[in-house]
RNA sequence: GACCCCAUCGUCUAGCUUGGCCCAGGACACCGGCCUUUCACGCCGAGAACGCGGGUUCGAAUCCCGCUGGGGUCGCCA
């Protein structure tokens, strides 16, 4: 049997975090098994989806490193907007067979219910006075339609693949609505209808859809299908303690990218947030198509922390190949200038010299800023600490010695330094900082003479020049 | 409130199914040290957890019960 697994996103506001784990979670778990993956839009709830918000989870989705698969008998991704005709058909044969039944009860006169319930301690619900009335489709009042739950026959139960055996009983539920006075259907009705049409085999979602997974086996029943599997993944919870919220800008994908983070780590770091492969911790895309089971997904809730994500975000820029992590860099090295960067050789040797010191792609832009820049803005602290008149002399000597050094590379400027530290009698750190300021504007960069290196000859030779000038 | 779920270092987690190899392993973070022209990287080292209480057993992080704590769900939202 092909496994067939599916993200459904409804969009209404960026992709978070967590909605990309269990995409993540769904892809990894259909591409070890070589099945598919499938995408589906749910915007029964028009009021809130936009086009814009749609193309930005999927944005997201490309961006980490996922792709999916075209659905079979839908031309592109199916959206529940466009799927009325299928539900109406649904919605017919469960009231043909009486699953099904007609609810003429006002949305006030439901909460009066609710709240009666409430008061003796029972959990609110609808007290199904509807359900003999036999309503039919003539009805002059508006009338919504409930799923009949049955009132004996115990417990709908299945084998959830990561929580084990999972069930309710039936007496918990109440005739819950499954299409609206308008005659569209709810999304628990519109879900159940989709993934059977698409041939879904393993629903891989959050755990707060536990609990509504009795409503969706009552669903399947009634229509005679057989359901799905289920794996209900541990929830995401923010350092709190409590759930992640949609609405939080923080978490979501696109703000991991603006903070620099490469698609690489934000991959890797979700893949790890309640699942495991014995000690590993790093793991690429395919290491994950490779090694990902659903048994290496915990059962606990797991917190967001960045801590982590810091460490894998300096991993992969310790060790992406050059020509993807310059084209990660190239956006923020734009942001930084305000203007297109190019890359040329001396910044790609600059890029190398700064992946042992950038923990973001953000940071490491930032870090190469003195090169790309045309006015270096010199760090005021470290002008007054370093630019001090007793240096005023070596590092004229020091510009002259290397103005006249016979080819710019390590082993020339190195003999210049020597020279100076030397007739003058100071540490070499004496001498490197005041001209790391100088070139750099401030105190912290690669080893000096790389730097020089990097920098060329001619611009290097302005910026201590300049800097002369601002000795005191 | 009702129902459901969860519970190992600060954080992510291994171990729990098939008790002993676990006075609990790894990683991140933190702290200390080494290296060092700044910042980093790297290396070495330290501290740090089985929520509590009962069982069962020769033996429990692992099994059972209770408690506590945390979370989720109870919509004509998805």
Redesign the pocket.
Known sequence: MTVVTRYAP?PTGALHIGGARTALFNWAFARHLGGQFLLRI?D??RE?STLESEKLVLEALSWIGLDWDPVPGFAGIPR?SERGARYREAIGVLLANGAAYR?T???AE?EAM?ARA?EK??????DRSCRERGIGADSAKPF?LRLRVPDVGGITRWNDLI??P?G?DVR?LDD??IA??DGTP???FAVVVDDHDMGITHVVRG??????TPRQLLIYQGLGWEPPLFAHVP?L?EAG???LSKRQDSVSVQSYRDRGFSPETVLNYIA???W?H??L?IFSQAELVDLFTLD?V??????V?D??L??LS?HYIKTLPRERLLAHLQRFLDAEAGRPVPVDDGLASLVELLR??SKTLLEMAQLARFYYVDALARDAKATAKFLKSEIAAPLRELRDALASVPSWDRASLEAAFQTVIERHGLQ??AL??PV?VAITGG???????ETLEVLGRDRSLARLTEALALVH
């Open positions: 409804s749910e029964t709830d809130r529940q609810c009860c006002s949305e439901v609710r409430k301690g029972e959990k609110p619900r609808y919504c929580s084990g999972a309710e918990e819950f609505v609206r006075t709810i999304y628990h755990r707060e859809h536990m609990t509504s929830l919870i303690g409590k759930k790890r947030l309640g495991s014995g000690d911790e290496g915990g059962s606990s809730p797991s917190q922390h801590d982590k810091f460490w300096q042992e010191r070499l750190g490197a900082q790391r105190t912290v960069s690669p080893p000096i003479f």
